[in-house]
């Protein structure tokens, strides 16, 4: 029901949803222009360029994730209502992946494109791309919900949050870079599917526990 | 049966009641008086489990509500200043979505009957109400929330107009003859035959 009406929201609201997205794209695109087009230079950079693109676009609609409900109430009501509140934490983490997760996951290899990556790792690009933005999503949860009510909120968020995004950066990037160098790329993703299943179990209570502070 | 021992609420440095006793029965209205910044709306988040009050604890039939968690949420409605109604839905949606939060799961039809009692448009976008009717779309909770046993209301008359307000009056006095307990919070006197008021 939650996700349901959060995508309703966001349905509703669809300029958010294209702002965060268009970020991703200029900021991505913004590197061949500035770098230079030299191929070889960009393949190297491509991944790590493309997963920092993912993780501030990522962070960009987190400052929404729960400030709406707060100021009009509905976050009150959340709190008292029937269902726990770690779930109903875990069900916005979700439905913020699906609107502002997923789409990065569909649209970087298009942006690969640009950077002359090798057709073969597009599909690793993507996969941890599906496997990393959840745990973004979930991490991020905790810190907007910590940051709820604070002045400069926005930056503080920022600063809570982005250091705590580092693993799932270096894993991220990581895996494309070792399968370019012909590796393979499944101990990252490995990695990163472990941080998924850990940030899916404890992440939801750490941002209702915060939810609950900042509601007082 | 809610029961209030001993609370004490410190906000901001500033004591704004201690020693706070008080009970609330089935079939009982209790309306909570006082002028701006004397803790009204403080005094109901203790009551509904959001705040927790600096001393004193807060029981519903003999157990701490800290203890009965959801089980307790089943039991009351809270309706705080803010309305919490989302702009961007409609007002059949809004009233869909308070209900899955709280656990009720009124029948379409009564979902329908709700909105047209308290003359809420349910197909248009929230935002494009006025301020009261807003408000009345928040109200429209109150007359599927009748599994609630305990209502707990801050302000519910602010911005009501006085058909609106009547309404309200009348639900308060059919959910306390069906034996709910109402606590209220309001600066003037809201014309309803309350079993007790409490001087903040």
């Known amino acids: 029901m939650v996700v349901w009406r959060e995508l309703l929201v966001a349905m509703r609201r669809r300029s958010d949803v294209a702002t965060a997205l268009l970020f991703f794209v200029v900021v991505s695109s913004l590197f061949p222009l500035g ?3 030299e191929p070889n230079k960009l393949r190297a950079i491509a991944p790590g360029v493309i997963w920092v693109a993912a993780l501030l676009s990522s962070m960009l609609s987190l400052a929404r994730l729960f400030a709406a409900d707060h100021a009009d109430g509905t976050l009150e009501q959340m709190v008292l209502g029937a269902a726990p509140l770690g779930v109903i934490a875990a069900a916005k983490a979700f439905a913020h992946w699906l609107v502002s997760g997923l789409p990065l996951v569909a649209i970087a290899p298009l942006l690969a494109l640009q950077y002359d990556l090798e057709r073969e790792l597009y599909g ?3 996969l941890s791309l599906l496997l990393g933005t959840p745990v973004l999503s979930l991490v991020g949860g905790i810190g907007a919900a910590l940051t709820l009510g604070v002045r400069g909120g926005g930056v503080l968020l920022a600063l809570l949050v982005l250091p705590l995004y580092v693993p799932v950066l270096v894993m991220g990037a990581g895996s494309v870079e070792m399968a370019s160098a012909g590796l393979g790329g499944q101990g ?4 990163l599917g472990a941080m998924l299943i850990a940030a899916a179990a404890f992440a939801p209570w750490a941002t209702a526990a915060a939810l609950r502070i900042s509601s007082e | ?3 209030a021992r001993n ?3 410190e906000r901001g440095g500033r004591r704004l009641f201690q020693g706070m ?3 609330v029965g089935s079939g009982e209205t209790l309306r909570v008086a006082g002028p701006n910044g004397s803790g009204k709306t403080s005094l109901l988040r203790i ?4 705040l927790t009050p600096s001393a004193g604890e807060v029981r519903w039939n003999g157990a701490r509500i800290q203890a009965l968690k959801e089980e307790f949420a089943r039991h009351v409605l809270y309706l705080g200043h803010a309305p919490a109604v989302k702009d961007e839905l409609t007002g059949a949606e809004n009233l869909r979505v308070a209900c899955a939060l709280a656990g009720l799961s009124p029948s379409a039809q009564q979902a329908r009957d709700a909105l047209a009692r308290l003359g809420v448009p349910g197909d248009k976008p929230v935002r494009q109400l006025s301020q009261g009717q807003r408000r009345r ?3 429209a909770r109150l007359s599927v929330s009748w599994q609630a046993p305990l209502w707990l209301l801050d302000e519910p008359f602010t911005a009501l107009d006085a058909a609106a307000a009547e309404l309200t009056r009348s639900l308060l006095g059919e959910h306390a003859q069906r034996g709910g307990s109402v606590v209220y919070s309001t600066h003037q006197d809201a014309g309803l035959r309350d079993s007790r008021v409490l001087e903040l």
């Open chain 1, 35 to 37: 770098v230079g087009a």
């Open chain 1, 124 to 126: 690793v690009l993507a």
């Open chain 1, 188 to 191: 990252q993703l490995l990695i």
């Open chain 2, 1 to 3: 049966m809610l029961e």
């Open chain 2, 7 to 9: 609370l004490e609420c």
């Open chain 2, 21 to 23: 006793t008080f009970s």
């Open chain 2, 47 to 50: 009551l509904c489990g959001l």
């Open chain 2, 137 to 139: 779309a928040a109200l």
